[in-house]
């Protein structure tokens, strides 16, 4: 099999691990999550380089923190088919008494996770901190954050797109999924972002677009892109344009499915879209 | 009755200087992080000697916080400072989370606590901030009573695994505690013993505390006094036993009666050892504009305030 073959398998067989765990529990966020499918298993199969096992502090290897916890499926799935827990653990998602809560912590110890988040507008900062770290530990690999594009209406991003630029953090990439959707309706109704792009570009940034964010090989080759243009004195952003519910037509091109589960007949629907690859959990 | 010693007046905030310039010179690790107030946080000193190891974040504490719980990722201690206002409640969620709840070895330092820092009135003037970290679960919480506590609870906390809440104020008060002390995080330090009335005090009311126990004894009342130093996890065995022998308390705080110390020792006497207490502390309201004598005055906060409140527990027994 080839090695683009397995990767788009992978990307099938996490959408309907994110299907199947929402609608176990009948909730959980699977818009985003499909969305960003393809970015995930980019990162986490093609460019990040990291180590066999998992330890919080992550020295020698390039680190990941997700701003937006709520698109916890896709990020517990590619994790899990990573090797980092059990595939099988998928199925205590938002269960009592498991490591996979609704939202990522570090507090049930879930190997893979560096931080909590859910509460939005606070990875980029601790990213940022990170990413001194590395510095400071003369440690050359980077630090990758994703966050939503509602989220930027969070004030605290720009308190730390504002550090970062001026202060040379050149070893942090920061995604954001420009799906232009959010709980309450488009980002254009609910609260314009206007240009993002200019936006971060005024302040400092290094931006590149990549237009196709599912498309798994334009993922790949923008993300590696991102890499080649880290250590030059300015911190990289990518905004990925993806699609809210790719992979699953009646979840696409509408916020309606932020953050609600299908019901059995959606599920079929929606795995009969994303045939069995990989084995389901 | 022990006899302290003013060895000079002087600020708790330059205490916290002193520990952290220490810090940098015997931990690598430590790394400090400051919003725009390294000045009033005295840490010029630590800047100029580490400036690889000092971040200047600008006014931008949510950013502070969460970049604080990042730097722990790969064994750095960092240290944050601005003034308690800012530490606590314009950041709470960034603590809760990026911190607490995760777990992060930060260690959230905070100036200019309570009324005492002055003129600059109310907007500055927390008096809520023990309240909002000690809920936090896993957060140490420590308000030290003077320059040479403060410092040596500084290093203290470098060695402490977890998030802690250090407090500490801008003017200057009595130095009574030794210069080389230990500082133990949780455990009170008794300095008076007493069988009539148990003074309970954190923060630069300790001396307040001793100055009142001494009135008191002049009256034939024989005061103990505690310090607590570390309001969670509280030492609730040294009060317990204080309070069965003198049967009453008084707790002395500079922060409001809602969910300080004092409420915090409530608690605990309710559960095992229901005792009378009556409570020195800010009574849900702000502060305002005045010198930190007269608004310690005028908020009940100074060794009068404990002698009224030590006669009148006495009295419910």
Redesign the interface.
């Given at each position: 099999m080839s090695d683009s073959k397995h990767l788009q398998d992978l990307v099938t067989q996490v959408r309907r691990d994110i299907l199947r765990q929402v609608h176990k529990v009948n909730s959980g966020h699977p818009g985003g999550s499909l969305g960003c499918a393809e970015f995930f298993v980019a990162l986490y199969q093609k460019l990040m380089d990291r180590n066999d096992s998992f330890s919080?502090?992550?020295?020698g290897e390039d680190?990941f923190?997700l701003s937006n916890g709520h698109i916890s499926p896709v990020f517990y799935s590619v994790l899990a088919r990573s090797g980092y827990f059990p595939v099988e653990e998928l199925n205590t998602f938002r269960l009592l008494d498991s490591r996979l809560q609704g939202h990522p912590?570090?507090?049930e110890g879930l190997p893979g996770i560096?931080?909590?988040?859910?509460?939005l507008?606070?990875?980029?900062?601790?990213?940022?901190?990170?990413?001194?770290?590395?510095k400071?530990?003369n440690?050359s690999h980077l630090i990758y954050t994703l966050c939503g594009d509602g989220e930027l209406q969070e004030?605290?991003n720009w308190?730390?797109i504002?550090?970062a630029a001026?202060n040379g953090i050149d070893n942090l990439i920061v995604t954001i999924d420009l799906n232009g959707q959010q709980i309450d309706g488009s980002t254009e109704n609910v609260l314009p972002l206007g240009n993002v792009k200019g936006k971060f570009e005024a302040f400092g940034w290094d931006v590149l677009e990549i237009k196709k964010g599912n498309d798994l090989d334009a993922v790949i080759e923008g993300m590696q892109e991102a890499k080649e243009r880290t250590g030059k004195n300015k911190p990289v952003c990518v905004l990925l344009h993806t699609v809210m519910g790719h992979g699953v037509d009646f979840m696409m091109h509408t916020h309606a499915w932020h953050g609600k589960a299908p019901n059995d007949e959606q599920l079929e629907t929606g795995l009969a879209q994303n045939p069995e690859t990989m084995g389901d959990y | 009755m022990k006899k302290y010693t003013d060895s000079g007046k002087k600020d708790t905030r330059s205490g916290f200087g002193a520990g952290l310039t220490a810090l940098g010179k015997s931990n690598e690790n430590v790394v400090a992080l400051c919003a725009d107030l390294t000045g009033s946080l005295k840490m010029d000193e630590f800047k100029e000697n580490h400036p690889d190891r000092f971040f200047q974040v600008g006014i931008a504490e949510a950013n502070m916080i969460g970049m604080a719980a990042g730097m722990t990722i790969g064994g750095k201690i960092p240290f944050t400072g601005t003034f308690a206002n800012f530490s606590t409640g314009r950041v709470y969620d960034q603590i809760r989370q990026s911190v607490a709840y995760s777990g992060k070895n930060v260690k959230i330092c905070a100036s200019h606590a309570g009324v005492t820092l002055g003129e600059d009135g109310a907007t500055h003037q927390i008096l809520e901030d023990i309240g909002l970290m000690k809920m936090l679960p896993g957060m140490t919480v420590i308000n030290t009573c003077d320059y040479n506590q403060t410092k040596a609870a500084t290093l203290a906390i470098a060695e402490h695994d977890g998030p802690v809440y250090l407090r500490f104020g801008r003017p200057k008060v009595a130095n009574f505690t030794p210069e080389d002390q230990t500082f133990e995080i949780g455990k009170a330090v008794q300095l008076q013993e007493g069988n009539d009335v148990t003074l309970v005090a954190t923060g630069h009311l300790v001396w307040e505390a001793l100055q009142a126990a001494e009135t008191l004894n002049e009256q034939g009342i024989s005061a103990a006094v505690i310090n607590i130093h570390t309001i969670k996890p509280l030492d609730s065995e040294a009060i317990l036993k204080s309070v069965r022998k003198t049967g009453c308390i008084v707790t002395a705080e500079e922060h409001n009666f809602l969910g300080g110390l004092g409420e915090s020792v409530a608690r605990e006497l309710a559960e095992s050892t229901p005792t009378p207490q009556e409570f020195v502390a800010t009574k849900d309201t702000f502060g305002e504009s005045g010198t930190p004598e007269q608004l310690m005055e005028k908020y009940g906060l100074n060794a009068d305030a404990i002698v009224k409140a030590a006669l009148k527990v006495i009295a419910r027994k």
């Amino acid at each position: 099999m080839s090695d683009s073959k397995h990767l788009q398998d992978l990307v099938t067989q996490v959408r309907r691990d994110i299907l199947r765990q929402v609608h176990k529990v009948n909730s959980g966020h699977p818009g985003g999550s499909l969305g960003c499918a393809e970015f995930f298993v980019a990162l986490y199969q093609k460019l990040m380089d990291r180590n066999d096992s998992f330890s919080m502090d992550g020295k020698g290897e390039d680190l990941f923190f997700l701003s937006n916890g709520h698109i916890s499926p896709v990020f517990y799935s590619v994790l899990a088919r990573s090797g980092y827990f059990p595939v099988e653990e998928l199925n205590t998602f938002r269960l009592l008494d498991s490591r996979l809560q609704g939202h990522p912590t570090t507090h049930e110890g879930l190997p893979g996770i560096r931080v909590a988040s859910g509460s939005l507008g606070q990875g980029i900062s601790v990213a940022i901190g990170a990413a001194q770290t590395k510095k400071l530990n003369n440690d050359s690999h980077l630090i990758y954050t994703l966050c939503g594009d509602g989220e930027l209406q969070e004030g605290q991003n720009w308190e730390a797109i504002m550090y970062a630029a001026g202060n040379g953090i050149d070893n942090l990439i920061v995604t954001i999924d420009l799906n232009g959707q959010q709980i309450d309706g488009s980002t254009e109704n609910v609260l314009p972002l206007g240009n993002v792009k200019g936006k971060f570009e005024a302040f400092g940034w290094d931006v590149l677009e990549i237009k196709k964010g599912n498309d798994l090989d334009a993922v790949i080759e923008g993300m590696q892109e991102a890499k080649e243009r880290t250590g030059k004195n300015k911190p990289v952003c990518v905004l990925l344009h993806t699609v809210m519910g790719h992979g699953v037509d009646f979840m696409m091109h509408t916020h309606a499915w932020h953050g609600k589960a299908p019901n059995d007949e959606q599920l079929e629907t929606g795995l009969a879209q994303n045939p069995e690859t990989m084995g389901d959990y | 009755m022990k006899k302290y010693t003013d060895s000079g007046k002087k600020d708790t905030r330059s205490g916290f200087g002193a520990g952290l310039t220490a810090l940098g010179k015997s931990n690598e690790n430590v790394v400090a992080l400051c919003a725009d107030l390294t000045g009033s946080l005295k840490m010029d000193e630590f800047k100029e000697n580490h400036p690889d190891r000092f971040f200047q974040v600008g006014i931008a504490e949510a950013n502070m916080i969460g970049m604080a719980a990042g730097m722990t990722i790969g064994g750095k201690i960092p240290f944050t400072g601005t003034f308690a206002n800012f530490s606590t409640g314009r950041v709470y969620d960034q603590i809760r989370q990026s911190v607490a709840y995760s777990g992060k070895n930060v260690k959230i330092c905070a100036s200019h606590a309570g009324v005492t820092l002055g003129e600059d009135g109310a907007t500055h003037q927390i008096l809520e901030d023990i309240g909002l970290m000690k809920m936090l679960p896993g957060m140490t919480v420590i308000n030290t009573c003077d320059y040479n506590q403060t410092k040596a609870a500084t290093l203290a906390i470098a060695e402490h695994d977890g998030p802690v809440y250090l407090r500490f104020g801008r003017p200057k008060v009595a130095n009574f505690t030794p210069e080389d002390q230990t500082f133990e995080i949780g455990k009170a330090v008794q300095l008076q013993e007493g069988n009539d009335v148990t003074l309970v005090a954190t923060g630069h009311l300790v001396w307040e505390a001793l100055q009142a126990a001494e009135t008191l004894n002049e009256q034939g009342i024989s005061a103990a006094v505690i310090n607590i130093h570390t309001i969670k996890p509280l030492d609730s065995e040294a009060i317990l036993k204080s309070v069965r022998k003198t049967g009453c308390i008084v707790t002395a705080e500079e922060h409001n009666f809602l969910g300080g110390l004092g409420e915090s020792v409530a608690r605990e006497l309710a559960e095992s050892t229901p005792t009378p207490q009556e409570f020195v502390a800010t009574k849900d309201t702000f502060g305002e504009s005045g010198t930190p004598e007269q608004l310690m005055e005028k908020y009940g906060l100074n060794a009068d305030a404990i002698v009224k409140a030590a006669l009148k527990v006495i009295a419910r027994k």
